[in-house]
């Protein structure tokens, strides 16, 4: 079992302690998080990861997974797309079924807490049935909702009021509410199957496995199959550079249990790619952890086309892994990306293109944006300080209004 004291290494003695400090300042609390599926996507990524380690602060810490049907995962998929953005009109039947879905997994939730937060719109209603069951509750708001469609966020909006405050990732994505709003950066953990070091020998059997030879540059995108991730723009980007340099295109991914739109994007995937024997289109399960990190650490370039993006956890895994990775300016992902040094920005499949055929042709600074990328990783996109972030949201919950908190 991976344990606090194991991030000194690389994190160092002081950021550690200071987690330490911050946790026993806080004394013993009941901290209670709430998304929508235990497996898929960043927030799943983020909680497997971080719960455990909360737990070791001393905070009696437990991930609660709200339970749906098909018409619930349509609708709470609606929401997404309409707040990143997309024209989306939402039957008042379905907003009933949203409601009722969140009163019966109410009736389930017994616990009381000291923190309740809330990932995402899907579990946002519980407040209406329980607030007495926790002292503060706070939204956790891990979209792009930089432009959203306002009829959905309107609903949205009236309910993520009644919280005691909400969390973006990034200052473009804050919002006119009534409560205190707090940004925190999403983080990776260094020491999961996801992204520990792995052997040569590691990374070539996970490839011989999934029939991936190593005789041209590899591109990768690693996402859920997601039209915002823009899988086609990926492949429309791929062949422009194909025709001139030659190289492959590996499109990983697997499938979220509450995003139904999966297998319709992954059908479309799979006709734009036909007949294109560089292209290689990778379903993986969802506890394919190692699989992705052989992935990210065999490619050449990695690449996230998105056209909306809350923060992109796949950018700061690749970057953790050394390599250059090729971002749309959108969202967190510029929080990520500094162009010509940590990564390079676009905004369209031909700038992608583009700077594809730049990097292949430079490996020298390909190798130095990606040891200044992972540089900067660890500075600030870890895991240990997301952990420090949400310690100190809570101290400030516990202290409203005061002047003076000792951290
Ligand atoms: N992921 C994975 N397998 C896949 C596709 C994605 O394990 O087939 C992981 C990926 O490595 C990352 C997370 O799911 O940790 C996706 O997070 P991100 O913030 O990039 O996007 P989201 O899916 O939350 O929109």
Redesign the pocket.
């Known amino acids: 079992m991976v344990t606090l004291n194991d991030y000194t290494a690389i994190v160092g003695e002081e950021v550690v302690g200071q987690l330490y400090r911050l946790a026993e300042a806080l004394g013993p609390r009941r901290f209670i998080h709430i998304n929508s599926t235990r497996s ?6 983020i909680l497997s990861r971080a719960v455990p380690l909360l737990n070791q602060l001393g905070l009696d810490t437990v991930w609660e997974v709200l339970q749906g049907d098909p018409d619930f995962f349509d609708v709470t998929k609606s929401f997404h797309n309409a707040l990143q953005g997309q024209d989306v009109r939402v039957p008042q039947s379905l907003l009933d079924h949203y409601k009722e879905i969140n009163r019966e997994n109410a009736r389930k939730f017994t616990w009381e807490a000291d923190f309740v937060l809330v990932h995402d719109p899907q579990p946002a209603w519980l407040i209406n049935e329980m607030r007495s069951q926790a002292k503060h509750w706070i939204w956790r708001c ?1 979209i792009d909702v930089s432009r959203p469609n306002i009829k959905v966020w309107k609903f949205l909006q009236e309910i993520v009021s009644q919280y005691d405050a909400s969390v973006f990732s990034m200052a473009q994505f804050a919002q006119n509410l009534p409560h205190p709003q707090y940004l925190i950066r ?1 983080s ?1 953990d260094p020491l999961s199957e ?1 992204n520990r070091d792995l052997t040569p020998e590691e990374i070539q059997k996970v490839l011989d496995r999934l029939g991936i030879e190593r005789d041209k540059p590899i591109i990768l995108q ?3 199959f ?1 039209s ?2 823009d899988p086609l723009g990926v492949i429309q980007a791929f062949r422009m550079v194909r025709k001139h340099t030659p190289c492959k295109l590996v499109l ?3 499938e ?1 249990t509450d995003d139904p739109e999966g297998p319709r994007t992954l059908a479309e995937v799979m006709e734009a790619a036909q007949g294109e024997p560089d292209i290689q289109v990778l379903l ?1 399960p ?1 506890d ?2 190692h699989e ?1 990190n052989a992935l990210q650490r065999a490619a050449d370039i990695i690449l ?1 086309k998105s056209t909306r ?7 700061t ?1 690749a970057m953790w892994k050394g390599k250059p990775v090729i971002g749309s300016a959108v969202g967190g992902i510029v929080l990520q990306l500094r162009d010509y040094s940590t990564g390079f920005l676009v905004n369209s499949p031909e700038g992608c293109a583009f700077r594809i055929r730049y990097l292949l042709h430079r490996p020298e600074m390909a190798k130095r944006m990606g040891k200044l990328a992972q540089e900067f990783v660890r500075q600030h996109f870890l895991i240990t300080r997301t952990l420090r972030d949400y310690l100190t949201l809570l101290s400030l919950l516990e202290n409203p209004g005061s002047q003076l908190i000792e951290l």
């Open positions: 898929g996507g960043g927030v799943a990524e891990h999403p990776i996801k690693v996402s859920r997601d915002f991730k990983a991914g697997g979220a993986l969802p394919g952890h992705v996230q993006e809350g923060f992109g956890l796949t950018v895994e």
